[in-house]
């Protein structure tokens, strides 16, 4: 096996980081999706001029007197939270990494000719 | 870390990149698994609302918008062959985002999913929407998958070419990857 030596805050970047963009949109989008949330957002009904106009939308903007037609397995905010979460902890990786740089790196190079 | 570098030349200008080795591979399966189910979720949504066919006025006003620059070649579709864009568009969009999602004939369905993200993006009725779109950005990321081989990171195609049936037929690799 290959050791590429990844610490213990290389993998909980990769763990944590990716795993809850992973969760939020490919894996909560699926099981919103197979229970019948055709969108991430919530789908209402509200009158205008008269007419029952369909739109979609998140919790805060839902006007009031809208009636809720659909609502998705997980809150569109929940999995927004969850994306930034995961962005937070890889921004935080990168700021570790900056600030913790040591001469411990195994370097590998390889030269590629351009034309064969 | 185990940082990578590559020496090349590219149009005459000698070139080096640096790169941490495991998180390169564990980004190119991140950009995978994201961008697969962006295309995924477009055709089982239209898959699980319309089954196998889209309704034909579901494409047609697509086919037919004079302002692409696309508009002869996708008019010819609008006719007789309509019913092929009316499969292609929801399987094909279901068939890339898994194949891409799963690494399993990675190169063929990133280069499928570039195609469909070429179509959806020159189909951008007036440029409402501008020339720097999500389609666009979309077809990078599948042209990305396809030029790194990003499947055989904790994907099927890992697995496939390794068979004997792969590896005596070269031609092959260009598939997965």
Known sequence: MTNNNLDIVDKLAMGIGGGLIILAIPVMGFLTTITGSMSAFYTYTVMEGGEAVTKTGVGPAIPAGAEIVNAPLFAPNLRATLVLLGLVVFALYGAYKAFNTTDATTEHRTTIPAEE | ?177
């Not at chain 2, 564990?26 to 698994?33: E, G, K, L, N």
């Not at chain 2, 692409?68 to 008019?75: C, E, F, K, Q, R």
């Not at chain 2, 985002?97 to 399993?104: P, R």
Request: charged share 10%; aromatic share 16%; with cysteine.
């Open chain 2, 1 to 177: 870390m185990s940082t990578q570098h590559v020496d090349t030349n590219v149009l005459g200008t000698d070139v080096s990149l640096s790169f941490d080795k495991p998180w390169a591979a564990y980004w190119m399966f991140f950009i995978r698994v994201l961008t697969g189910w962006w295309m995924m979720h477009a055709g089982l949504t239209k898959i699980m609302e319309n089954g196998l066919m889209m309704p034909a006025s579901g494409v047609t006003w697509f086919m037919q918008d004079q302002t692409s620059i696309l508009y002869p070649l996708m008019d010819a579709f609008s006719g007789s062959l309509l019913p092929i864009v009316q499969f292609m568009i929801p399987v094909g969009e279901f068939l890339v985002g898994l194949g891409v999602i799963l690494g399993c004939l990675t190169r063929l369905a990133a280069f499928n999913g570039a195609i469909l993200a070429a179509f959806f993006y020159f189909g951008n009725h007036a440029w409402g929407h501008g020339l720097w779109t999500g389609e666009l950005a979309g077809m990078l990321l599948f042209i990305t998958i396809a030029i790194f081989g990003a499947g055989r990171i904790w994907g099927v195609d890992q697995i496939l070419e390794k068979l004997r049936f792969v590896q005596q037929r070269p031609w092959m690799r260009y598939l997965m990857g």
